[in-house]
């Protein structure tokens, strides 16, 4: 662990940024310690840029985006970068977009001009056909993922308790079967032009390749893509720091376990120490068998047969804090809840160690510092940072705001956002049986 923390604090992420004229801000990152290359695009649309009535169109579109462009088949785009040994996908969030493939070496344009024809060149490749299929797909996914997954409404329940009706957080992300189903090709093509544009997006490069002929590449391909004509902004974002009470939605659900999601609004990714200080906190709570919350509820008293605590990392508005517990075969929603508020209220009254916060922050550094190994998420990270406040070059300040964080200064984050006025409890319980009913 020494020599890997060491490792990191003398090694700095090579960031090499530019922007081309239509607005594509463009990031290269060169490492030759491998002979791969990741491409990674971010465009700065999520679920809430969506309009009222079409719900979901983000995550739908991201499928569209695989059905081909002018110049490229219907899932050709797959068929091209697996034949050439790379891997490909694509993701959707709250509050963007992104696209990636990773590719060996020679390999680079490849991905390069896939990614610029679909920028640039969509909109003649989409029919109705196409959109009729990506549609059942994408409802498909909602029946496996959420109306028919155990627990699997909990992404869009506890967002919409977190946020009110107002906030572009607050509705589903997969969306719902009607918005889906209104959905028309003159949607498409609208949502394409406004938001699928250089200036709205990031491209990275990182891995084994040499910068003088990834400029050249970047230029031939996606030079000549007009920049957009604007996008509408977003509905209002600014929250109070706290819920003003605490807020309970009890769910009964075709499940065999009690599960608690226990939610906190936190102060958003890379704004103040005080996100550090959430993070931290939440992994002295929940990060893997040594918490807090594993070694109370799941070893000692077996009243949980899983427990873990992770921030949302949401760089607008408000973030969230959230606790995930599912109870142990035989123990209620009830007794699960008050054992975790019990160990909430603890930590709030007696604050955390110091020993506790240095196992969180080792944690951490690992994690990142591992991520950093691999071309993609190296390549992801870049983006993320470049996308969310215009300079990818934080992926090297990250550790210091983590290494700023003291036993204190969680303990204080704990007093002033886990209390009882700043809580939302999603709670689902097995639906009773017909003859309990």
Not at 133 to 146: A, G, I, P
Not at 236 to 242: F, G, K, N, S, V
Not at 380 to 409: C, H, I, M, W
Request: net charge negative; aromatic share 10%.
């Amino acid at each position: 662990m020494h020599d890997e923390r060491l490792h990191f604090t003398m090694m700095q992420i090579p960031v090499d940024s530019y922007r081309l004229p239509n607005g594509l801000l463009v990031t290269l990152s060169e490492d030759h310690s491998a002979p791969v290359v990741a491409v990674n695009l971010w465009y700065h649309v999520g679920s809430a840029n969506e309009r009222d009535g079409r719900t979901g169109f983000a995550h739908l579109f991201e499928h569209m985006l695989f059905q081909g462009s002018e110049h490229v088949g219907a899932n050709e785009h797959f068929e091209l970068v697996q034949r050439a040994g790379g891997t490909l996908n694509g993701s959707t969030w709250l509050d963007r977009t992104n696209y990636f493939e990773t590719v060996p070496s020679h390999h680079l344009e490849l991905a390069l001009w896939l990614e610029s024809d679909r920028m640039g060149a969509l909109l003649p490749a989409m029919t109705q056909e196409k959109l009729d299929t990506q549609r059942d797909v994408v409802k498909n996914e909602r029946r496996w993922s959420v109306d028919n997954q155990p627990y699997g409404t909990w992404w869009e329940r506890l967002p919409a308790l977190c946020y009110p009706p107002t906030h572009p957080f607050h509705h589903s992300l997969i969306g719902s079967m009607d918005h889906l189903t209104a959905a028309s090709l003159d949607d498409i093509a609208e949502f394409f032009r406004t938001y699928y544009t250089p200036d709205n997006a990031v491209l990275t490069i990182a891995g084994d390749f040499d910068a003088f002929e990834a400029r050249r590449m970047v230029e031939t391909h996606f030079g000549a893509i007009p920049r957009g004509t604007g996008r509408p902004p977003l509905a209002p974002m600014e929250l109070p720091r706290t819920f003003g009470g605490w807020t309970r939605d009890v769910v009964p659900d075709d499940v065999m376990l009690p599960r608690l999601f226990l939610a906190f609004r936190s102060p958003v990714f890379g704004d103040t120490a005080d996100y550090y200080n959430a993070s931290v906190c939440a992994a002295v709570l929940g990060v893997r068998r040594g918490s807090r919350l594993y070694r109370a509820l799941v070893r000692d008293r077996e009243v949980a047969s899983d427990v873990s605590a992770f921030t949302w990392d949401l760089a607008k508005g408000a973030d969230l804090l959230v606790v995930d517990a599912t109870a142990r075969p035989g123990t209620d929603a009830a007794t699960l809840e008050a054992a975790v508020v019990a160990e909430v209220d603890r930590l709030r009254a007696d604050g955390v160690r110091a020993d506790e916060v240095e196992r969180a922050l080792a944690l951490i550094e690992t994690d990142y510092v591992s991520s950093m190994q691999a071309a993609g998420d190296r390549a992801d990270a870049l983006s993320k940072f470049a996308t969310l406040f215009g300079d990818p070059a934080l992926v090297n300040t990250q550790l210091d705001g983590y290494r700023a964080v003291t036993a204190e200064s969680v303990s204080a984050f704990a007093r002033d956002y886990l209390g009882e006025d700043n809580r939302v409890s999603l709670v689902y319980v097995p639906r009773p049986t017909a003859e309990e009913a």
